[in-house]
């Protein structure tokens, strides 16, 4: 019985988890892209983006529309050369010189910067061990070719993701190193389903676990142009297939139209209900009942979106009828001469149109027999009109059981009367 009501939110539930955000380090952009084209994510909602020398802050909302773009002097002091990872509270990370640094602040104002020393990727002068005489065996710093760049933190900030040309890799590869009390692990180069024969960059790390990253990999659908990289999305410790954030970005674009689409459906039929609702409990006790053609018309002349109680059985709106029905029944006798007279008087209105009849039932009783009950009582509306002269070939029958309630979850027995009921609905 309430089963329909489980399923239909379950799948809008896992609907919108699949319409995850277009969150991405790039902005708009996801094929042929180069690396100063990335932001640095400072929060959920602001970026820093980097123009020459200069750091600017900007406001960014789920689909990468950026707003409010302001200069930031504090971020431009930093002088990174790419990426700023912030961890929420007081410290930034990021390279120069393809080094790691630390800065500490403190009410917008840097307290401290430091070289971070992440095992493996600063080589240091080796210790002179012989005498002085002896100067042309003086061991000098061998050269550092390890470069660190683009630097991002985990949500929770206790694991840094940068890219580096550590011995090992392939090209350039993304890292990562786990935060231990103030310094970082020796890093680990991510596996298969993030780096490659290829360089990759720019790592940023999205609050579903996701990384996006940039890569100039080859691709079988997508040509890359010389010096150019591509955006790709995939999880750093594998279990979901790695591919290019365009198609993941497109995928997004199409369920969250279905999205949209879904709940301003849902948001009409919920202003309709409350319509319905507002004209049965204003209008039950109408003494004037049953309302004339004429009347109806001037009603809707004035307000063409209003719903009123036409009858004693009948709520009447300017392209709708809806006709209910007691408890288990499906009977439309003697009782109901009235309501099938402002019937026929709507569907008179335009005679040569077609109407849809659409039956329904409460929530209570099996699914299968609710659904048979639905279609019984819009074939005797079809009957009942057919009696008094309208064509049969006018009326198109149809049946929802319990499925579509104007009382989701009905617990009195005049919530359940409002779900009993047959829409003629004017279709053309």
């Known amino acids: ?172 590869d993304i890292y990562s190193a786990q935060k231990r009390g103030n310094s970082f692990s020796k890093p680990q180069r991510l596996g298969k389903n993030i780096n490659s024969d290829a360089d990759e960059d720019n790592p940023y790390i999205r609050k579903d676990g996701r990384m996006t990253f940039s890569s100039n990999r080859k691709n079988d659908t997508v040509n890359v142009a010389d010096g150019m990289h591509h955006v790709y999305i995939g999880k750093p410790n594998g279990g979901e297939k790695t591919r290019l954030f365009q198609d993941f970005a497109t995928a997004n674009e199409e369920i969250s139209a279905n999205i949209d689409n879904t709940a301003d459906s849902i948001n009409a039929q919920k202003e309709e209900n409350q319509k319905v609702l507002d004209a049965l409990a204003f209008n039950l006790n109408n003494a004037k009942l049953p309302l004339s053609r004429k009347v109806l018309d001037q009603i809707f002349e004035l307000n063409p979106d209003t719903m009123v109680m036409a009858s004693k059985h009948v709520v009447a709106g300017i392209n709708k009828m809806i006709f209910y029905f007691d408890y288990d029944s499906d009977v439309v006798d003697g009782e109901y001469k009235d309501d099938i007279k402002v019937i026929l008087d709507f569907i008179n209105l335009n005679p040569e149109s077609q109407y849809s009849l659409i039956g329904h039932t409460d929530e209570r009783g099996a699914e299968d027999y609710n659904q048979a009950l639905s279609i019984r009582r819009a074939k005797q509306i079809e009957n009942a009109l057919v009696k008094n002269k309208i064509n049969r070939k006018q009326l198109v029958l149809s049946g929802e059981g319990e499925t579509r309630p104007v009382v989701k979850n009905a617990q009195t027995e005049d919530e359940h009367q409002k779900n009993r009921r047959v829409e003629i609905i004017l279709i053309d």
């Open 1 to 172: 019985m309430k089963n329909i009501v489980a399923i239909t939110l379950l799948f809008l539930h896992s609907v919108l988890l699949a319409a995850e955000s277009l969150e991405c380090n790039f902005a708009g952009k996801y094929l042929n892209i180069s690396d100063f084209e990335s932001v640095s994510h400072i929060s959920d909602t602001t970026v820093a983006i980097k123009k020459g020398d200069s750091v600017y802050v900007a406001k960014i909302d789920d689909v990468n529309n950026l707003s409010d773009l302001k200069y930031d002097e504090m971020l431009s002091n930093l002088k990174a050369e790419g990426q700023i990872a912030y961890n929420g509270k007081d410290t930034y990370y990021y390279t120069q010189n393809g080094k790691m640094m630390e800065t500490k602040v403190k009410k917008g104002e840097i307290v401290s910067t430091t070289l971070l020393e992440i095992p493996g990727t600063v080589v240091k002068r080796e210790e002179y061990e012989h005498g002085g005489f002896v100067y042309a065996s003086w061991h000098y710093k061998p050269e550092d070719n390890i470069k660190l760049s683009n630097p991002a933190l985990s949500k929770n900030g206790k694991t840094i993701y940068f890219s580096a040309n550590i011995e090992g890799s392939k090209g350039k």
